[in-house]
């Protein structure tokens, strides 16, 4: 065997490892990666069974329910154009209310209720997560206003002008 012969079955060896070493890689990531979505999404294109996502919005008012004495939880999350219904078992943030966003990692069941495994409720009451006012902002019910958006926003400097705001 010559020596180009040795070094071309290197090259091709190299190369097969590298793309299967790419290949578990990017394996791996897909199994850990959580698409975000608005309920509009959700209601237009619902999420297989048992994949988890994230959907964010506002806890719609008049929705919350207490289904028993161990914790768990009924309640919609609204993009205020299609709401979801969450079921939830656990303890809910302090910050967690009716009219205010949230973020909600979970999966739907076979039932296709979404069945939440995490809620994260906004850090002040001015703030919304930005992925919940994309969503409101591409669902047509986002108004503008400066006065909206508290100073500890992404972006947001102490007198609280910020582009950016809530719905209204």
Sequence with gaps: ????????????????????????????????????????????????????????????????????SDGAVLFEVTDLSKSVKVRYRGILPDLFREGQGVVIEGAVNEQGEFI???VLAKH???????????????????QESGDQTGSDSPGGNSTGNNEGSGPR
């Design 1 to 68: 065997m010559s020596r180009k012969t040795r070094r071309l079955y290197l090259v091709l060896v190299s190369l097969v490892l590298l793309g299967g070493a790419v290949a578990l890689v990017l394996a791996a990531l897909r199994q850990d990666i959580v698409f975000f979505l608005s309920p509009t999404e959700v209601a237009a294109k619902p999420p297989a069974p048992g994949r988890a996502i994230r959907i964010g919005g506002l806890v719609e008012r008049g929705s919350l329910r207490k289904l028993g």
């Design 124 to 142: 002040d009451e001015k703030y919304l997560p930005p992925e919940v006012a994309k969503a409101l902002k591409a669902s047509g019910r986002w």
């Design 116 to 118: 939440a495994k995490e």
